[in-house]
């Protein structure tokens, strides 16, 4: 099955599936597999020992069962009985160590001969005999049975004694296969959690890895592209998030050229637009030296204002376009700026005063030191001032003094306007106070404005960077 580049038997979905049926098949597929290691392993580990022959000796229990028996035939036999006895009991147990010990404690016949075995035996000579054969490393497989089969005859007692290795496999020997057996599970079990362990793990890490790459960004602000490797849902994923990168890198590209179209624009335009404006404001000159009317001269003088006006605003988009693209020249040096507000200030009070506004200047004798750039820093007073006098004569009035903001001197320009709410006003100040902004920005200053119906303040703020390169 295959769509969109997508194979399920590539999936995570599928190596899931894989690992539950893994899971299903452990149990009936471990058992048996574990039990036929069990014995391969045990037949490596333990083989037999002694020949083929002797393990028609049958387990410890028949032997015991047996020689039990042997021993209460035995009951009221004379000696020579006895000793014919043993010696066939011998000749059918040519591995085994049989010996008499009769009524009185005395060691009648031994097959064969063993320097360790008494030859007059007491209750502590049993005791003894007993602690010697516990300590022996390889301990042989001993039964006593008295002759009679009860004690309180006192008739003696017959011994067999064969060693271990001539024994079938007892049950025992299945509790060595069992353990075994519960090893191979155990590990089998152990391989089954590591597998899954790392299968988790590894989907984990390629999604911290795209996590990663979506919160890390290149250059152009937008993250890199990741390696896809495998085809799988996670796979998929990151081709996704590859081809979001791309349409956004082609968004970023296409917004970087429409910028530069309309930058380009702009500028042509300011520069195309000022000579029809130059001859425009010269034929007007020309015709205002002709006998005109009244109402001719007032027209005349309405045009040649907003041929001004229109000049300004083309020296603010000329202005705004060098800003944006970083081709304002700024020197940035470290001069009085109380010194060219009053430079400032000098230069409108005529225009002020025409428009019939109260001018009133409140700075300190004391130098203010800012690091700025002189004719950046006028063009930012001067667009402050034309914005005053364009939108705030009604108030009659227009402040320029020094406040504390935030802990610094600030320049404050205040109004007795009508604020900037009115819709007329913020349309009429955006371009200007756009291009004050951003030439502020190059200075390390910024502008704040407090409106109210009782005017507009101003405030030109330095930053702690402005501050730190005086």
Same mark, same amino acid.
């Given at each position: 099955? #295959?769509r969109r580049?997508y194979?399920?038997n590539?999936?995570?979905?599928?190596?899931?599936?894989l690992?539950?049926? $893994?899971?299903l &098949? +452990?149990?009936p597929?471990a058992i048996p $597999?574990?039990?036929a290691?069990s014995w391969l392993?045990?037949r490596?580990?333990?083989?037999?020992?002694g020949?083929t022959?002797p393990?028609?000796?049958?387990?410890g229990l028949?032997i *015991?069962r047996a020689w039990h028996?042997?021993a209460?035939q @035995?009951?009221?036999?004379?000696d020579?009985?006895?000793?014919?006895r043993?010696q066939e /009991?011998?000749q059918?147990?040519?591995?085994?160590s049989?010996?008499w010990?009769?009524?009185?404690?005395?060691?009648r016949?031994q /097959?064969?001969?063993?320097?360790?075995?008494p030859?007059?035996?007491?209750a502590?000579t049993?005791?003894a005999?007993?602690k010697?054969? #516990? !300590?022996?490393?390889? *301990?042989?497989?001993?039964?006593? !049975?008295?002759?009679g089969?009860? =004690?309180s005859?006192q008739?003696?007692?017959?011994?067999?004694e064969?060693? %271990?290795a +001539?024994?079938?496999?007892?049950?025992?020997?299945?509790?060595?296969d069992m353990?075994f057996?519960g +090893?191979i &599970?155990a590990?089998m079990l152990?391989? +089954?959690m590591?597998a899954s362990y790392?299968?988790?793990?590894?989907?984990r890490r390629?999604l911290?890895s795209?996590? !990663?790459?979506?919160?890390?960004s290149?250059?152009?602000?937008?993250?890199?592209p990741?390696?896809v490797g495998?085809?799988d849902?996670?796979?998929?994923?990151?081709m996704?998030f590859n081809?979001m990168?791309a349409e956004?890198?082609?968004?970023? %590209?296409?917004?970087?050229?429409?910028?530069?179209?309309r930058q380009?624009?702009i500028?042509?335009l300011?520069?195309?637009?000022r000579t029809p404006?130059?001859?425009?404001?010269s034929?007007l000159?020309?015709?205002?030296r002709?006998? @005109?009317?009244?109402?001719?001269?007032?027209?005349?003088a309405?045009m040649q204002q907003?041929i001004?006006?229109?000049d300004r &605003?083309?020296d603010h988009?000329?202005?705004?376009? @060098?800003l944006v693209?970083?081709?304002?020249a700024? #020197?940035?040096? %470290?001069l009085?700026?109380l010194?060219i507000?009053?430079?400032?200030a000098?230069?409108w009070?005529p225009?002020?005063?025409?428009?019939g506004?109260t001018a009133? &200047?409140?700075? =300190?004798?004391?130098p203010l030191y800012?690091?700025i750039?002189e004719?950046?820093?006028?063009r930012?007073?001067d667009?402050?001032?034309?914005?005053?006098?364009?939108h705030a004569?009604d108030g009659?009035?227009?402040?320029?003094?020094?406040e504390?903001r935030?802990?610094? !001197?600030?320049? /404050?320009i205040?109004?007795?306007? =009508?604020?900037?709410?009115s819709a007329g006003?913020?349309?009429?100040?955006? @371009?200007?106070?756009?291009?004050?902004d /951003?030439l502020?920005?190059?200075?390390r200053?910024?502008r704040?404005t407090?409106?109210?119906?009782r005017g507009?303040k101003m405030f030109?703020?330095p930053?702690?960077?402005n501050l730190n390169?005086?």
């Amino acid at each position: 099955m #295959t769509r969109r580049g997508y194979k399920f038997n590539q999936s995570l979905l599928s190596r899931y599936l894989l690992l539950l049926l $893994a899971a299903l &098949l +452990f149990i009936p597929i471990a058992i048996p $597999a574990s039990m036929a290691a069990s014995w391969l392993v045990n037949r490596l580990l333990s083989p037999s020992s002694g020949p083929t022959e002797p393990l028609r000796y049958g387990t410890g229990l028949d032997i *015991e069962r047996a020689w039990h028996s042997e021993a209460g035939q @035995l009951l009221g036999a004379p000696d020579e009985m006895i000793d014919a006895r043993l010696q066939e /009991l011998k000749q059918r147990y040519p591995d085994a160590s049989l010996y008499w010990v009769d009524g009185n404690g005395n060691t009648r016949l031994q /097959l064969p001969v063993q320097e360790r075995v008494p030859v007059h035996w007491s209750a502590e000579t049993a005791i003894a005999f007993m602690k010697e054969r #516990t !300590a022996q490393k390889s *301990e042989p497989f001993t039964v006593v !049975a008295f002759v009679g089969g009860d =004690p309180s005859l006192q008739s003696g007692f017959i011994v067999f004694e064969l060693p %271990r290795a +001539f024994l079938v496999r007892s049950r025992t020997d299945d509790t060595n296969d069992m353990a075994f057996f519960g +090893f191979i &599970l155990a590990l089998m079990l152990i391989v +089954f959690m590591v597998a899954s362990y790392l299968f988790f793990h590894r989907i984990r890490r390629r999604l911290l890895s795209l996590e !990663a790459a979506m919160t890390m960004s290149g250059k152009s602000g937008i993250p890199l592209p990741v390696p896809v490797g495998r085809p799988d849902e996670i796979g998929q994923l990151k081709m996704a998030f590859n081809g979001m990168i791309a349409e956004l890198t082609l968004s970023k %590209r296409r917004e970087k050229e429409e910028e530069a179209l309309r930058q380009h624009l702009i500028g042509s335009l300011s520069h195309d637009l000022r000579t029809p404006l130059t001859v425009m404001g010269s034929h007007l000159y020309s015709l205002g030296r002709e006998p @005109l009317s009244e109402e001719g001269r007032r027209s005349i003088a309405l045009m040649q204002q907003k041929i001004g006006d229109l000049d300004r &605003l083309l020296d603010h988009l000329l202005s705004y376009n @060098l800003l944006v693209n970083g081709r304002y020249a700024v #020197t940035l040096q %470290r001069l009085d700026v109380l010194r060219i507000v009053r430079q400032s200030a000098a230069a409108w009070y005529p225009v002020w005063e025409k428009e019939g506004m109260t001018a009133e &200047l409140d700075l =300190p004798d004391t130098p203010l030191y800012w690091s700025i750039d002189e004719h950046g820093f006028g063009r930012v007073l001067d667009n402050l001032f034309q914005n005053v006098v364009r939108h705030a004569k009604d108030g009659g009035y227009v402040g320029i003094s020094v406040e504390e903001r935030h802990g610094r !001197a600030a320049l /404050l320009i205040a109004d007795h306007g =009508p604020g900037m709410d009115s819709a007329g006003i913020v349309k009429g100040a955006g @371009l200007g106070l756009s291009v004050v902004d /951003l030439l502020l920005k190059e200075m390390r200053l910024y502008r704040e404005t407090e409106s109210s119906e009782r005017g507009v303040k101003m405030f030109l703020v330095p930053t702690a960077e402005n501050l730190n390169e005086i």
